[in-house]
């Protein structure tokens, strides 16, 4: 299957700071990419649909400032969590669908384990 | 709206009994299916899809599904399971009205496997 690479696996960082992940595509191009994050032992909960070269569409109740999304290119797209606080800690999962692997499925990133400290 | 259930947090086989893990669905028009199994830590390893044909769909690892519309069901299933299958399993159904691709989760079953 298609190849998704979600960098870095892990990251700690201080309260009050910013944190950039990052996700490519790395066999195909991603006309779309997802969001997700996950809280212990809970399913994955869709944050935001970015499309290459438009503004990303948000889930409700999810922050447009906190959490931004830029997906610049078809290989690439990127989630800041921008001002991160203890409650920001969890697990963030980026998939991505497009080019030769047609549109009816998607392929996963390895995942974050976000911690602020 | 689209949805999908998995009714059972947590499933026990022994290793080499068959196993079953569970999902429903809910859609207005045609489903397209799909099972992930996650490890700890990690993302989603993509497992199989039903999106029309045969109602038997095979996937990754030893792992079907059948794709039963009269019950409106998409159990995943192994014949004979192995330690190495212990992960957590979510059944997803695509939203037909949003962004292509957009996955509908359930909420996750833990399959436990004892040697």
Known sequence: GAVVSQHPSRVICKS????????????????TMFWYRQFPKQSLMLMATSNEGSKATYEQG???DKFLI????LTLSTLTVTSAHPEDSSFYICSASGGATG???AFFGQGTRLTVV | AQSV???????NVAEGNPLTVKCTYSVSGNPYLFW???YPNRGLQFLLKYITGDN?????????????????SFHLKKPSALVSDSALYFCAVRDEGGATNK???GTGTLLAVQP
């Open chain 1, 62 to 64: 999810v922050e447009k």
């Open chain 2, 36 to 38: 992930y199994v996650q």
């Open chain 2, 56 to 72: 038997l769909v095979k996937g990754s690892y030893g792992f079907e599904a059948e794709f039963n519309k009269s019950q409106t």
């Open chain 1, 16 to 31: 009050g700071t910013s944190v950039k992940i990052e996700c490519r595509s790395l066999d195909f191009q991603a006309t």
């Open chain 2, 103 to 105: 996955l509908i989760f």
């Open chain 1, 70 to 73: 830029n997906h610049a290119s």
């Open chain 1, 103 to 105: 549109n009816t499925e």
């Open chain 2, 5 to 11: 259930a998995q009714p059972e947090d947590q499933v």
